[in-house]
């Protein structure tokens, strides 16, 4: 078939017109090292379109290839070339081109048992990968290796082993294309972003040989350490050998000086100096930390190939950061770099080496971080558990897409079978969950939902660690460290910070909460919920009181109680902030939360607050709800008992005064929630300016607050012009904007969202990745028309989206002014709003 010009196979050189798109990241790297003039052996492209053509078994001209055959030893190498490097794709074929007369030249040039190994690794190569033939049968090896290896592949395919170069190289193109289309791959790569149809380029290149006299032999040398990323020449060579072809005399020698063994430095400094100096530019040129394939043929250097270094979250950091601070890129660039989810992970926990530990069994360290967590044995128990708020481990012989959601609801993952690219490490990685895969001595039984481990037996709900950085399980709970926020981190972040436009802050409900949001450096809070607060021993008693009083009075009676610790949790939160905006949202939950619901619980109550069970009863009965979560909560309940409102405006204001003598001036931000209609808002803004008035009048002092609305209901945003004439700010609560957009309940919506994610009803969960479609809409609408209408008002989301980049984004692109998150979310942010802006 004829194709366009730049559609063709192309010899790869400075000025060919090889671009990434067609031929793939391999092909592009390779012209950047010819175009530095660095040694690269005669290398030529498969664009995609070809690659297709010949997986779909249509005829294609291969003649431009055949020079490779008449050049040199005439044996060549076949790589993938994807778009991505991390798409992966077939494994890399050599000696692609040996036969009978090319072994008996090379026996000549290199010794016969070099041109035996090369001919015997690439017979077993093809026999295998090619043919498709049983490995078993290929496991020669020793004096007569070659031949039995020949006579073996002529029994079994009833025909001699093929000696036509080029019909060798055509069943090697053919078998790498197709193995692309095969669903192992697919699922492989789609787990690391690409599409469907992600394209697939070749090379084919010409071998060096690595066997013969002289100092010769192949290796990799990169220059930081993949883990930490700082500076550090690692990698390996192998003297005498080449892939799986193995010569005389080969030996396994240490790059740089090193005790356990001689070095590659001491042997041959000339030629590491050149790996040196050909390192150092092609870092300067590529503007990438590269691990370089070479090849040593008799003391010269041959590049074969250069990758971006595999690393770590935390060398992913510390390399951008050094190419920046080295100016080989410009600090946006650095930014650019760093995946803002690769940040969570450096957050992560770490189990405390001087700690205890019970090691129940090791496995491959597949995603890094420690979490300790109760054994679940399904994706449903582990969304079950999430649901009831418990940390849960989910255990697996291994993992397959759909257990995806239980992964998301848990806090780690154990699986007894697979490698560090089965599913579940190359998922949970993705996600930044801890886990280890392939635990050695582990049998998972998850029908009787049973684990069992050198002597041990678990059973669902047992509680282990898992160490996703040493690859150990252990029993029981672990002492953990805190993450190490480094050097690196901060200065990513702080550049970060200078091009982002858009603020963040953090939920944060607790003192704890807020320090940690200090650290991470959130521009203030962006949501705290109160209701918590109401939950100690200490305060239900009065809650409950508060709730069974029939008059105001009494209500406020109750209330007058809780007012000082209330007070108490404020003065702690605007002085941890100091100065910061802290906006506090009003009481949210129904109040049936606070009332027992056993038998048991309600004779305890009647028996504390000295009142017949009957009575107690039925007031609980007369609280409970058909629908509590669309019930009377939130303003509504701030509307009927406002007792409640007037408790926390006043503490508010008494703790702003307070805080304000000793530090920075407060100006507390006052929230309303499950707001829907204008009126609701007049009502209990009326209120709180009463108690304001109240307060500096018997303190005489003077402070100013503001305050906004929580938009989480559709009626909301519609009607956010209206709501937008009483409120300084609106923040779109957008977990109960979801649900209600939705009419998807929170709660239990985990357990249909699999089949729907997976038969594509929702492309992802509308809870963890804002709907920019139809949430993201309201989200659009209520804005405008609250801009419209008061065009200096203030803009955020402080829902759990607020925290995933994607929807960062849509809120940048929205011009809202800031996002709220968890805390150790921040940073996340801190990234991805910078990314949105670059
Ligand atoms: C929301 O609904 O988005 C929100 C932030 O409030 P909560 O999660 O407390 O309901
Ligand atoms: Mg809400």
């Not at 093929?162 to 019909?167: A, S």
């Not at 001036?665 to 304001?692: H, Q, T, Y």
């Not at 139809?774 to 989301?797: M, N, Y």
Request: proline share 6%; charged share 25%; net charge negative.
């Amino acid at each position: 078939m004829t194709m366009p010009l730049t559609d063709q196979i192309t010899m790869i050189a400075p000025a060919a017109p090889i671009d990434r798109a067609r031929f793939g990241f391999r092909a592009k790297c390779l012209q950047r090292l010819i175009r530095m003039d660095l040694p690269v052996p005669d290398s030529f492209a498969l664009p995609a379109l070809i690659v297709q053509a010949i997986a779909a078994g249509q005829p294609v001209d291969l003649s431009p290839l055949d020079r490779l055959f008449s050049d040199g030893d005439g044996l060549v190498s076949v790589r993938p070339s994807a778009l991505m490097p991390e798409w992966g794709g077939p494994g890399t074929v050599l000696n692609v081109g040996i036969n009978d007369d090319t072994h008996a030249r090379l026996a000549q040039r290199i010794g016969k048992g070099n041109a035996d190994a090369i001919y015997l690794s690439f017979v077993q190569s093809y026999a295998i990968n090619i043919a498709r033939l049983d490995p078993d049968m290929f496991a020669q090896d020793g004096d007569n290796a070659l031949r039995d290896a020949l006579r073996c592949y002529a029994d079994e395919m009833d025909e001699p082993f093929p000696q036509d170069p080029r019909r060798q190289l055509a069943e090697v193109l053919r078998s790498m294309a197709r193995a692309w289309d095969g669903p192992t791959a697919r699922l492989l790569r789609q787990a690391k972003g690409a599409p469907p149809d992600a394209p697939l380029g070749l090379v084919v290149q010409q071998m060096a040989l690595a066997m013969g006299p002289g100092l010769c032999g192949s290796g990799t040398i990169q220059f930081v350490d993949s883990v930490t990323g700082q500076s550090r020449i690692t990698g390996r060579f192998r003297g005498q050998s080449y892939g799986k072809a193995i010569g005389i005399g080969a030996e396994t020698l240490y790059l740089t000086q090193d005790q356990r063994g001689s070095a590659l430095q001491d042997i041959a400094p000339e030629v590491f100096a050149d790996l040196i100096r050909f390192g150092v530019a092609a870092r300067e040129r590529l503007r990438e930390e590269m691990q370089i394939e070479f090849v040593i043929s008799d003391s010269t250097v041959s590049l074969i190939d250069a990758v971006r270094v595999q690393r770590s979250s935390r060398a992913s950091v510390a390399i951008a950061v050094a190419l920046a601070r080295d100016g080989v890129i410009p600090p946006e660039e650095a930014v650019m770099r760093v995946e803002p989810r690769a940040l969570s992970e450096l957050l992560h926990h770490q189990v405390d080496p001087r700690a205890p530990r019970q090691v129940l069994a090791r496995g491959i360290n597949a995603s890094p971080g420690a979490a300790t967590g109760k054994i679940v044995f399904s994706a449903a128990a582990a969304q079950a558990a999430s649901a009831r708020g418990e940390a849960c481990v989910l255990a697996r012989r291994e993992t397959v897409p759909e257990d995806i959601r239980g992964m998301h609801a848990s806090v780690a993952v154990l699986t007894e079978r697979g490698g560090t690219t089965s599913h579940a490490a190359v998922i949970a990685r993705g996600m930044g969950l801890p886990c280890i895969v392939g635990a050695t001595g582990i049998a998972i039984d998850g029908r009787n939902r049973k684990l069992t481990v050198n002597g041990h037996s678990l059973r669902e709900g047992d509680e282990i660690t898992i160490d996703g950085s040493s690859g150990e399980v252990l029993l029981g709970a672990a002492a953990m460290l805190e993450p190490a926020l480094d050097e690196n981190f901060n200065q990513l972040l702080t550049w970060a910070d200078s091009y982002r436009r858009m603020g963040v802050r953090a939920n944060a409900d607790t003192p704890e909460d807020a320090r940690t949001a200090r650290k991470f450096q959130a521009q203030g809070i962006g949501l705290c919920r109160t209701e918590h607060m109401f939950f100690d021993a200490e305060r239900l008693p009065a809650m409950r009181e508060m709730i069974f009083a029939n008059r105001p009075e009494d209500r406020k009676l109750a209330l007058d109680r809780i007012l000082p610790m209330q007070r108490r949790d404020f003065i702690d939160l605007f002085e941890i902030m100091a100065g910061l905006p802290v906006t506090i949202r009003l009481f949210d939950p129904p109040l049936h939360e606070f009332l027992p619901h056993d038998r048991e619980g309600l004779r305890e109550l009647a028996e504390s607050m000295d009142l017949p069970l009957s009575d107690v009863t039925r007031r609980v009965d007369a609280l409970s709800e058909f629908n509590p979560m669309l019930g009377m909560r939130g303003v509504r309940l701030g509307i009927t008992v406002p007792e409640i409102y007037d408790m926390q405006a006043r503490a508010i204001f008494e703790a702003t005064i307070e805080a304000s003598r000793s530090g920075d001036a407060v100006v507390p931000e006052i929230m309303i929630p499950l707001v829907s209609a204008m009126r609701e808002v007049e009502l209990v803004k009326n209120r709180i300016d009463a108690v304001a008035a109240a307060v500096r009048n018997e303190r005489r002092v003077d402070f100013t607050y503001r305050l906004g609305v929580m938009v989480e209901t559709p009626r909301a945003a519609l009607r956010a012009g209206d709501i937008a004439a009483h409120s300084a700010f609106l923040s779109f609560g957008t977990n109960d904007l979801t649900q209600m957009t939705y009419g998807l309940s929170r709660d239990d919506a985990g357990r249909f969202m699999g089949p729907y994610v997976t038969q594509g009803v929702y492309a992802e969960d509308p809870f963890h990745i804002l709907d920019t479609d139809g949430v993201g809409e309201l989200l659009l609408i209520g804005a405008e028309r609250a801009r419209t209408q008061k065009p200096d008002i203030t803009i955020s989301v402080c829902g759990e989206h607020g925290g995933n980049p994607e929807s960062i984004t849509f809120c940048h692109e929205a011009g809202f002014d800031y996002i709220s998150c968890s805390p150790f979310r921040v940073p996340v942010a801190r990234l991805a709003a910078a990314q949105a802006q670059i």
